[in-house]
């Protein structure tokens, strides 16, 4: 992981950056009044000035434009665009910075004296985030950067370094979870997912972790889980983690789906749709990501993650279409499309949130529907609840991190399609496909209906090419969300 930490304002650079504002959020309608905000020579700065003076966009959001200075110190200084310089901005810098700077082995950052109180923590956070590689090769990466340190030197370096702890803490999580969800399936069973979250809570102190097993499963009644798990050799597992503060002043139940992967069971898939099905857990790493997170940042909310983990496939064993399952809680579904599982594993984990742990708050996270990726394409996920002040705070937090949101109907118009038939639901009635995996997913939030969130997050798990803090494959989307979030409660 990158080396980030503070330092004062007079660490000498051979390489140095520089934060720009674009010209249109500038008082005065340019970029060179930000230079005036740190202490540079004259002689730099003067050359600084020439040089913004030739540019026609300095400063937009996460451009980094190169003056090269051969034989003198420093010898090249990054001039970083921070956009307006709110957070998006600075995050988008420090993703820029660290792929400009791929070739250096060390940068200092000089901040701006009025860079504002979180502008560390988010350059530190699209720095991590953009600089994460996931890699299984047995060879040499000759492509690796060789960027290894970045000093942010600011007048404050104390505060500097609480914002980059804060930051740490924040990526940590979603390296698990772009981690857990880049990882190949053949790798990836239940059992593995259970146990690489069970390592890493034990690395934490107040956070705990319960694991049920296929014979607990079956004991406890948990037939949906059990269902989309039974065509596999690797059997299902539920897991339960934990962050309990002392005097929490909310207990929050986040549930992620977690089928390590999807080959749509006897309702099989095409190929091409099962090409990227290992990242069909995105949801259950990032709520097991955000519970560990809310842990290393001291929040005091009590958070438990439930992430139903199974392996959707086909044998002898696989469930059918036309078979019937009996929920956790009661509740029978009637399978009519083997491909349409997430909902299937979600409905017990959600009952057994209500009737066992009575949390004050559900948010459920999945990435369940296609049908999310045509309506809002594929950085934006779909939330779906019946209250108001919860689908503010949730959309409010995403916009913040850059994991935006859009809200979806819960239309009872379309319930009956999914009610009708010889058990109390269908798993697959014709529709609008999110707002019906929604509507079904309600049936089983019991006293807790008002008070509980469906997001389907299943285009914005994944990148299909470097963007931002975002890097090819797996994002983690919804941790940074749901700490975000947390920590406003």
Known sequence: MLEISAGGVEAAAKVLALAVRSPQSSAHGDALPELAKVSVAAQLADELTEYLGELTRPGSSGSVNVLPRPGRDPSRVLLVGIGTGDEAGWRAAGAGLVRAAAEQTAVTVRLPSDAGHSAARDLAEGAWLASYRYRLASGPDERAPKLRRLVLATEDPEDVTEQIGQA????????????????????????WFADRVSNAAARRKGVSVTVYDEQELRAGGFGGILAVGAGSARP??????????????????????GITFDSGGISIKPLDGMKLMRKDMGGAAAVCGAV????????????????PMAENLISGAAMR?????????GLTTEVQNTDAEGRLVLGDAIAYAVRRLRPDLIVDLATLTGASHVALGKRIAALFTHDDELAATLASAGAEVGEPMWRLPLADEYLPGITRGIADLNNSAPGPGAVMAALYLREFTGAMRDRWAHIDMSAPSWSDRPDGPLVKGATGWGVRMLLRWLGGL
């Open 168 to 191: 740490r803490a924040v990526v940590e999580a979603v390296i698990l979870a772009r981690d857990l969800t880049n990882a190949p399936s053949l790798q990836k069973s239940p059992k």
């Open 236 to 257: 299902p597992r539920l897991v339960e983690l934990s962050w309990r503060p002392r005097r929490p002043h909310r207990h929050v139940v986040l549930i992620g789906k």
């Open 292 to 307: 560990l997170g809310a842990a290393d940042l001291g929040l005091p909310v009590r958070v438990t993650a439930l992430a």
């Open 321 to 329: 279409p036309g078979d019937v399952i009996r929920h956790y809680g």
